[in-house]
């Protein structure tokens, strides 16, 4: 082509190399980051149990000064309307805590051997919790209590202590079929109750009995007039956000175990992968830049080839032609490299992350891919409009 | 276009200098299709100026020039470059070629945009101004006057209401000028042009309708 004879005068084979690599760095980078963080969000966000956590159990503080008084651990209605209110709280409750001495048992008649401790429940709302045993009711005629254990408990009792003092470990199925003589004691009432645990709990970490239960017994047992409530539930949004992280320790609150260090996890995650993807950015930034400046060059060396061109009838968009079709081929390339490359070490890292059970989704992928081809269509267009831009500067009469 | 006209045309930098009189500068001048002009001049009072104006390259001028009735100041760049692929034929006195493509390729690079000439007529163009032989040279290789002939080629491979020529023919022997005017000549009288010539006061063989002293 005798145009192209003509322009490809004075193009800088290192600078379109320089340019090309750079970009390829700064997008692989760029996807990579992207890609990998949508291989690792789905532990945070999804319903994986990993970090399953969209409920947070919140205490105060235990220092020295609350723990002389025990009513400073406990909220006041100001504080739980405040919480309510955060914009990450869909949904907050309270345990409600037993006011009346628990004393448990297990009947002597039976062939078990004996076994008693004085104990403590707690209450939360039965939309809160993430078992619903059959036998979770409670009625005042049947006399029996439903008891849901965490199943950290057991675990405690299996892995710790029984195996250090030679006893038997009990599934949780056995554990079920242990029946518990409960007596309650207070306001001058004791009465004895049947009782079993009917199911273990991930979430909340407390000796749980039905709501309506605890309010029927700390009316008729409660030595309180009102139960102080020192331990908060509450649904959230997004479990990762930071705010919840950033507001509870403003509050001097607790949020217990590890469920609040994943929201950290999470920003952690999410700042790692924007300073990746800044990097990544600023390097395509700088490619880009190199570029344009390659383009101004070209342009203020071609100048008088363009104008004799011109001059014999050529038009601008003619000109500019074969420096669209060398840009968008560089820029096709280096799509197609990136890819490849992206893929590439998605592979290599996927095996090492199958152990987290991170499966390599399609959709993703094509999410990446989509990404990838927005980025170059958005650099190709700004190459052109600079070329174009560029050579329509060139006017011919030039104007005074 | 019919008519090529200027109407109190000057030079911007002879406005405050002042300049000795002119058959065209200030005048109100008219050059029509068909016939054949010649502008005289001494060096340094504007012919290549003139030729430039008219082709649309510069606009340092005051007063207007029209081709018909239409300021040439009110084109706009694509009707510009209509003009230079179907109106206005150029020989530009530095000629303008790209010296590092080949002889056909100068010619092929206008010919491909106006479609005018066959490959035969450029071929017999070539043959008889004795430059076949070097169609595949680059243009850097050839003397100054081949690269005459070359850029005459060029220009005649475009339909032109007229053609303009400035000081075209500088470095020729008078057999070549006989001949390449006679070839000019021919197309002319084809096409049913009119033909600006400028010149430091050689009167070249055509036979000019007037002949102007700038």
């Known amino acids: 082509m005798l145009l192209w004879k003509l322009l490809r005068k004075n193009i800088s084979i290192p600078q379109l190399t320089g340019y090309g690599v750079a970009t390829l760095l700064g997008m692989s980078i760029v996807l990579l980051a992207i890609r990998f963080y949508t291989d690792v969000r789905p532990l945070f966000t999804s319903d994986s149990s990993l970090f399953k956590a969209d409920f947070i159990v919140l205490s105060k503080k235990i220092s020295l000064l609350n723990a002389v008084r025990s009513d400073k651990s406990a909220f006041t209605d100001k504080e739980i309307e405040d919480i309510r209110k955060q914009h990450f709280v869909n949904e907050l409750s309270y345990f409600t805590p037993s006011s009346y001495q628990v004393y448990a048992y297990i009947d002597p008649t039976s062939n078990i051997p004996g076994f008693s401790t004085y104990m403590f429940f707690e209450s939360v709302p039965d939309n809160l919790l993430d078992v619903q045993p059959k036998d979770w009711k409670w009625n005042e005629e049947s006399r029996f209590i439903p008891i849901i254990l965490p199943r950290s408990y057991l675990n405690l009792y299996n892995f710790g202590f029984a195996q250090s003092q030679g006893l038997p470990q009990i599934s949780e199925g056995i554990i079920s079929n242990f029946t518990l003589q409960v007596r309650l004691t207070g306001k001058g009432n004791r009465e004895t109750f049947t009782s079993r645990i009917v199911g273990f709990t991930d979430r909340i970490n407390t000796i749980l009995v039905p709501d309506e239960f605890m309010r029927w017994a700390n009316d008729r047992f409660g030595n309180a007039a009102k139960p102080k409530i020192s331990r908060l539930i509450a649904e959230v949004k997004n479990p990762t956000d930071p705010a919840i992280a950033e507001y509870f320790a403003a509050k001097n609150l607790e949020i217990n175990d590890d469920k609040g260090e994943q929201g950290k996890l999470s920003y952690f995650l999410k700042i790692l992968v924007l300073s990746v993807s800044a990097v990544g950015l600023v390097i395509m930034v700088l490619a880009i830049a190199l570029m344009l400046i390659s383009i101004n060059l070209l342009v203020y060396k071609n100048q008088k080839t363009f104008e004799n061109l011109m001059l014999q009838g050529y038009r601008r968009q003619q000109l500019a032609k074969p420096y669209y079709l060398l840009t968008i081929s560089i820029n096709v390339i280096v799509l197609v490299l990136s890819l490849l490359i992206m893929v590439f070490v998605h592979n290599a890292y996927l095996s090492q992350l199958s152990v987290l059970k991170i499966t390599a989704e399609n959709s993703d992928t094509w999410t990446v891919i989509g990404l990838a081809v927005i980025f170059n269509i958005l650099i190709t267009g700004l190459n052109c409009a600079w070329i174009n831009h560029k050579i329509r500067s060139i006017q011919i009469p030039k104007r005074r | ?214």
């Open chain 2, 1 to 214: 276009m019919n008519t090529l006209s200027l109407k109190h045309t000057l030079p911007v930098i002879f406005f405050e200098a002042g300049m000795p009189a002119s058959e065209i500068w200030l005048k109100e001048v008219g050059f029509i299709k068909g016939r054949l002009y010649l502008i005289t001049a001494a060096s340094g009072v504007g012919k290549s100026s003139l030729l430039n104006y008219i082709f649309g390259e510069r606009t340092d001028y005051t007063g207007d020039i029209f081709f018909d009735d239409r300021n040439i100041n009110t084109l706009r760049p694509s009707e510009w470059l209509d003009i230079r692929q179907r109106r206005l034929g150029f020989i530009f006195q530095g000629l303008r070629l790209f010296t590092d493509l080949t002889v056909k390729e100068n010619i092929d690079l206008k010919n491909r945009l106006t479609g005018f000439k066959s490959k035969t007529e450029i071929n017999d163009l070539l043959e008889q101004t004795d430059i076949a032989d070097k169609a595949g040279t680059k243009i850097r290789f050839l003397s100054f006057g081949q690269q005459q002939r070359v850029a005459i080629i060029r220009a005649l491979c475009q339909p032109f209401d007229f053609l303009l020529m400035d000081e075209p023919f500088s470095h020729l022997d008078e057999q070549n000028v006989a001949l390449l005017s006679s070839i000019i000549t021919a197309e002319l009288q084809r096409q049913g042009s009119g033909l600006l010539i400028t010149s430091l006061g050689t009167q070249y063989p055509f036979n000019y309708h007037s002949i102007l002293k700038l």
